[in-house]
C-alpha cells in the first residue's frame, strides 16, 4: 500500500509544476498537446500551417493547420494581444477588455447563440471597449477577420 500512495504523490508532485506555467493548448485530429508559451513570442498561420517561433526566430514547433480543432491560453499566460497577420482588420486586447480597428469598417460581436451583441462603424485606430459584456464565449468579425474568444 506504501508503495503505490508513494508512487501517487510522485506523480502529483510532477504534474503540478505543468499546472503552474503559461501554457498555450490545443486540440489536434491526434489529440490535445501543450506548448509552453514562455518559449514561443509568435505564432504564425501561413502556408497551411500554424509554426511557433522564439524570440530569435527559430521555430519551436509546426502544426498543420487543417489538423487543428480547437486552442486555448491560461488566463494567467501572460497573452495580452490577438491579433492576425496579413489583411487584419482589427485585433482583441485583453489587458483593456477591447478590441482595435486596424482600418475602417464595421466590427461586430455575437454571442454563440447568434445574438449580435454589437454591430458599430469603426475607424481605423479605433477602440472599441466590451469591457460591459458578459463573461462567455464570443465571435468578433470585421471584414475577413474571426476571432472566437472567452471573455472573462
Request: charged share 20%; hydrophobic share 40%.
Amino acid at each position: 500500500m506504501k508503495r503505490k500512495l508513494l508512487l501517487l504523490s510522485s506523480i502529483a508532485a510532477m504534474a503540478i509544476p505543468c499546472l503552474a506555467g503559461n501554457y498555450l493548448h490545443f486540440k489536434t485530429t491526434e489529440g490535445w498537446q501543450v506548448l509552453n508559451i514562455d518559449e514561443v513570442d509568435r505564432l504564425a498561420f501561413q502556408g497551411g500551417q500554424m509554426i511557433a517561433t522564439d524570440a530569435n526566430g527559430s521555430t519551436v514547433t509546426t502544426i498543420a493547420q487543417e489538423s487543428l480543432e480547437r486552442m486555448y491560453v491560461d488566463e494567467t499566460s501572460g497573452v495580452e494581444t490577438i491579433a492576425t497577420t496579413g489583411n487584419a482588420t482589427f485585433r482583441y486586447i485583453h489587458a483593456t477588455k477591447s478590441a482595435e480597428m486596424l482600418t475602417d469598417g464595421l466590427f461586430e460581436l455575437y454571442s454563440t447563440d447568434g445574438q449580435k451583441l454589437v454591430g458599430i462603424q469603426a475607424k481605423a485606430g479605433e477602440k472599441i471597449d466590451l469591457s460591459n459584456i458578459n463573461p462567455g464565449t464570443v465571435v468578433m468579425k470585421s471584414g475577413k477577420t474571426t476571432i472566437k474568444a472567452i471573455l472573462r
